[in-house]
């Protein structure tokens, strides 16, 4: 793996756990587009605190992405997967169109670059 592309996904690393770690204020900010209706601030919270979480970890990773691809592999699945489910329901509700153009892209954007710049293994060498 090449170190300008160990740089990028350290980059892309940052910014997902940046984004991650947003979640509670773009709730507030653009709730029609990250904050589910009808709302209810247990789920918020419980959201907020794994995303959170998640961030943190990942702002971690982005030091040494390599010895952390299992959480790097995680984040890209359960966000394709999150954000699958989401553009699901979203497109089944046309109240919920706005997270078209927030939250679901959101997650799909982030685990594509972060999944496209991280290796499939650990290399040997």
Do not use: K
């Not at 209810?40 to 390599?66: K, N, S």
């Not at 299992?70 to 699958?84: A, N």
């Not at 489910?85 to 959101?106: G, N, R």
């Amino acid at each position: 793996m090449t170190a300008s592309r160990i740089t990028a996904l350290r980059i892309a690393l940052v910014v997902l756990g940046l984004a991650c770690a947003a979640l509670g204020p773009l709730m507030l900010v653009w709730p029609s587009g990250w904050r589910w209706s009808p709302h209810h601030p247990h789920y918020e919270q419980m959201m907020v605190g794994i995303y959170l979480t998640l961030g943190i970890f990942l702002l971690r990773a982005a030091r040494d992405p390599l010895q952390n691809l299992s959480l790097i592999w995680f984040t890209v699945w359960s966000s394709v997967m999150h954000g699958g489910i989401m553009a699901v329901q979203a497109f089944s509700s046309p109240e919920h169109y706005s997270h078209l153009t927030a939250d679901v892209p959101a997650l799909l954007l982030g685990a594509a670059v972060v999944g496209v710049l991280t290796p499939r293994q650990r290399s040997s060498s």
